[in-house]
């Protein structure tokens, strides 16, 4: 109960600050950036999502590699798109995306709970890291093109930065010694440690796939990068690598509050970084709406996916049920 009053409470502060934003910057010019994009330019931009979207199951693929499992690329895409349909519409369920994806794992491919919830917590760790990366990029490249953001800008995005920072830092740390983070938390519970010792395996510096995996990370990055530059460049605009930089790092720190789809969130730090680079503000809230729209499209894919997989699953749990019943 109390994480639905949470959804619903962040989606209505959402909801808020995205009319606030679109009232300020005014509906008109909206509409009209938005009548710059159509036919086979949101073609182009709806490929670029997708071209993201597999980028991001490859690299699922390849961390499962690496831990000695194999499975097949858009079967595994199945469970890929459900978990982004939850991280996407319910951020504020905090890893409810990844717990979905280990247990599909577990019912559907057989996959021990402990190398499963492994790949996905490592696919998130290099996704936090990779964005961090970009993020500091993004905000240097902006001070050097234009200044310092504004008091309010820093205290709420910075913050939540500073925590993926902070946290990720002692990940590392903890993990290059080989000192267990969980057992600070709990004590006498053995299946969070074989996670953690899965993880810890695979970000082994002397092994390859950890280096792999960074490199589609950072590969998935540069398409989110292209599709920045590809979309302002459709609205009429144009922009260089590091305001494309820029935009895609102020794109991340929006993703970091959980609101779900990053509504409104999303439209004040574009409206901020767009106007600062120069363009007007109808193009901030275009470019975050087509953006989002594009995902929304994977995301209701990933829903259908979560029905279907879920089916599948809570069938295979009544059938084990029922022989174990018969057996006896």
């Not at 010019?29 to 980028?55: H, P, Q, S, Y």
């Not at 292209?226 to 820029?246: A, C, D, E, N």
């Amino acid at each position: 109960m109390k994480k639905v009053f949470l959804f619903f409470l962040s989606l209505l502060v959402g909801i808020a600050l995205f009319l606030w934003v679109l009232q300020t910057i005014g509906w008109e010019e909206v509409r009209n950036a938005l009548n710059v994009f159509t036919g086979w330019k949101g073609i182009i931009v709806l490929f670029m999502t997708f071209l993201v979207m597999l980028a991001g199951n490859w690299k699922w693929k390849e961390i499962l590699k690496g831990q000695g499992i194999n499975i097949g690329f858009f079967e595994l895409f199945k469970s890929y798109l459900a978990g982004f349909a939850l991280m996407f519409l319910f951020p504020i369920v905090f890893w409810g995306g990844e717990f979905f994806r280990g247990y599909a794992l577990k019912e559907k491919n057989s996959i021990p709970w402990s190398k499963g919830m492994a790949s996905v917590a490592i696919d998130r760790i290099l996704e936090w890291t990779t964005n961090l990366v970009i993020i500091v990029i993004g905000v240097f490249s902006f001070i050097f093109l234009i200044d310092f953001p504004p008091s309010q800008l820093v205290a709420i995005f910075g913050s939540a930065f500073a925590l993926f920072a902070i946290g990720l830092s002692i990940f590392y740390f903890k993990c290059l010694r080989k000192e267990s983070i969980i057992g600070f938390f709990l004590r006498g519970h053995k299946q969070p440690f074989d996670v953690e010792k899965e993880i810890f395996d695979f970000f082994d510096p002397k092994k390859k796939p950890i280096w792999k995996a960074f490199a589609i990370s950072f590969l998935r990055a540069g398409l989110m990068h292209l599709r920045v530059w590809i979309l302002v460049l459709f609205l009429g605009k144009s922009f260089g690598p590091l305001q494309s930089l820029s935009v895609l790092g102020f794109s991340y720190m929006a993703a970091m509050i959980p609101i779900p789809t990053s509504l409104g969130s999303h439209e004040a730090v574009q409206t901020f970084a767009f106007n600062s680079l120069g363009l007007s503000s109808g193009v901030a809230a275009a470019f975050t709406m087509i953006v989002r729209g594009t995902e929304m499209v994977f995301a209701l894919i990933g829903v259908l996916m979560l029905f279907r997989l879920g089916a599948a699953i809570i069938k295979n749990i009544l059938l084990s049920k029922i022989n174990k019943i018969a057996k006896t």
